[in-house]
């Protein structure tokens, strides 16, 4: 199985900073890579696909990089919203395995 | 809409099987798959396994091989997910995501479920 390894496991942030979630592949996935938010108590969403393709209605504010085994999820402006859980997962084989998490906190 | 709605809590004992519902509407079930993902209590997530409505064939993690079978029924547009020989460490939420996939890179779990709780526990 492909382990994904997130880092940090939680931040603590203000609004208006600029923040950077990484994410570690076991073996290279290319750009097999997805970026998801949780907020408690509500499912995930999708946010990046393929390391950098923003989704539909996901903030500019948000940025995917990366390839290979090394990616990072960027956030140029925090915004009060975006304090939530963010997980990275990959889409190269199965079992398609998540990352940790990152909390991100005030 | 888009939407998956999924069956209510369970509480189940130990050693019993559970069987979480997935009814999808808004969109032609038969042209997506559909995964199953849990979350334990304060962990991540964990891939269990997939569907191809279409066709009814599915695909599961190693971890689950044997406990988990996923099905589906094309006319109430609904998937199914059964875990059996349930034990505490089996509570959690579980939910079904439709799967999206484009070309190559792009394939992701774009439209999630409500979300069902299972609890384990004698």
């Known amino acids: 199985d492909i382990q994904m390894t997130q880092s940090p496991s939680s931040l603590s942030a203000s609004v208006g900073d600029r923040v950077t979630i990484t994410c570690r592949a076991s073996q290279s996935i290319s750009n097999y890579l997805n970026w998801y938010q949780q907020k408690p108590g509500k499912a995930p969403k999708i946010l990046i696909s393929?390391?950098?393709t923003l989704r539909s209605g996901v903030p500019s504010s948000f940025s995917g990089s990366g390839s290979g085994t090394e990616f990072a999820l960027t956030i140029s402006s925090l915004q009060p919203e975006d304090f939530a859980t963010y997980f990275c997962?990959?889409?190269?084989?199965?079992?398609?395995?998540f990352g940790q998490g990152t909390t991100l906190e005030i | 809409q888009v939407q998956l709605v999924q069956s209510g809590a369970e509480v189940k004992k130990p050693g019993a099987s559970v069987k979480v519902s997935c009814k999808a509407s808004g969109f032609t079930f038969t042209r997506y798959g559909m995964h199953w993902v849990r979350q334990a209590p304060g962990q991540s997530l964990e891939w269990m396994g997939w569907?191809?409505?279409?066709?009814?064939?599915?695909k599961y993690s190693q971890r689950f091989q044997g406990r988990v079978t996923i099905t589906r029924d094309t006319a109430a547009s609904t998937a199914y997910m059964e875990l059996s020989s349930l034990t505490s460490e089996d509570t959690a939420v579980y939910y079904c995501?439709?799967?999206?996939?484009?070309?190559?890179?792009?394939?992701?779990?774009?439209?999630w479920g409500t979300g069902t709780t299972v609890t384990v526990s004698s």
């Open positions: 997962q990959q889409s190269y084989s199965t079992p398609y395995t």
């Open positions: 393929a390391a950098s």
């Open positions: 569907i191809n409505p279409g066709n009814g064939y599915s």
């Open positions: 995501a439709r799967d999206f996939y484009v070309s190559g890179p792009e394939y992701y779990m774009d439209v």
